[in-house]
């Protein structure tokens, strides 16, 4: 286990891991002002799927890429 969600009044995550801490924080600078929920990974870990979201705006799903930063 890599991390687990929580909701308060936002979504949140607790990481057990730095190193995928630091790989979420730079994928929430790229999505600034967006909440994002993990929808599906690969087995690296490396590629994810998102969905991003506010309080008014229903976002979208996107495919992320770490690796490539895409």
Not at 18 to 30: F, V
Not at 37 to 53: H, M, P, R
């Amino acid at each position: 286990m890599l991390f687990v969600n929580y909701t308060t009044s936002r979504q949140s995550r607790h990481f057990f891991d730095e190193q995928t801490k630091r790989k979420y924080d730079e994928l929430s600078k790229q999505i600034d002002g967006f909440e994002f929920q993990v929808l599906n990974t690969d087995a690296s870990g490396e590629k994810v799927i998102i969905k991003t979201y506010t309080d008014v705006n229903p976002g979208g799903i996107y495919f992320y890429d770490f690796t490539t930063k895409n």
